[in-house]
């Protein structure tokens, strides 16, 4: 939510090390934060690493933490994997349970109350496709609170770009650019509003001071609660 360019924008590649006799393969992010940073989902090991630092440092922190992530990967290792999506599975949209339906032969993806009909073309990957599908149907919606927040601001409408970052929900760079996550679309329409309004407010102060608070105040009364229920929801997305 800084005014960091988002992890998904930064350079990313696979490497491979040996930790404690094990080849852990990890997923290194390069980007303007200040510290070096692990984490260990269902994806693997990700690190994070400001752009000037040396790949030595960088596998010399993994071999102090070689323990610690050994021990997150065969926990999450350890979890069942999620069933597999077909006709009718259901995840958040919106908060609420969208059913997905599959029917063979269908031309086009139409959605209709509680249900999203998602016609994949022969010899297609079905998330891939979901995705695409989410991705427009969210860009709309954001485009929309975007400019309905905006306006309660007194600010021009910025440009959106949607990112897929798990965790980091939004950004706002210096050239007044806002990134939105299209991962907010299974969230509630409140908490998406919450994050608007947080990039929104970057747009008068690129900091977290204190007046910067103020202004997401001015808009968002209840961003204490929505701050820290964002942080659970991102827990318990789903795994597309
Ligand atoms: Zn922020």
């Given at each position: 939510m800084a005014s960091r360019p988002d992890l998904d924008g930064a350079a990313e590649g696979e490497r491979r090390i040996e930790l404690l006799g094990q080849t852990v393969i990890y997923r290194l992010c390069r980007s303007r934060r200040r510290t070096i940073g692990l984490q260990v989902d269902q994806r693997g090991l990700r690190v994070g690493a400001p752009a000037g630092v040396a790949q030595q440092e960088i596998e010399a922190l993994l071999q102090r933490h070689g323990a610690w992530v050994l021990d997150k990967l065969a926990r999450w290792q350890a979890r069942p994997a999620p069933p597999p999506l077909q006709d009718g599975s259901s995840f958040p949209w919106l908060g609420q349970p969208l059913r997905l339906r599959l029917l063979p032969g269908l031309a086009r993806s139409r959605w209709s109350a509680g249900e999203l009909y998602l016609a994949v073309p022969p010899g297609r990957e079905l998330e891939p496709v979901l995705r695409r599908v989410l991705q427009q149907r969210v860009r709309g919606l954001l485009l929309e609170r975007l400019e309905i927040h905006a306006a309660r601001l007194g600010v021009a409408t910025p440009p959106l770009f949607l990112s897929s970052a798990r965790s980091r929900w939004g950004s706002c760079n210096s050239r007044g650019e806002v990134r939105l996550s299209w991962?907010?679309?299974?969230?509630?329409l409140n908490l998406i509003d919450y994050v608007v309004v947080h990039e929104l407010a970057h747009l008068k102060e690129?900091?977290?001071?204190p007046r910067f608070w103020a202004v997401v105040e001015g808009l968002y009364p209840d961003w204490r609660q929505a701050r820290s229920e964002l942080k659970r929801q991102a827990l318990h997305l789903p795994p597309l």
């Open positions: 991962r907010l679309g299974h969230l509630p690129m900091n977290h001071s």
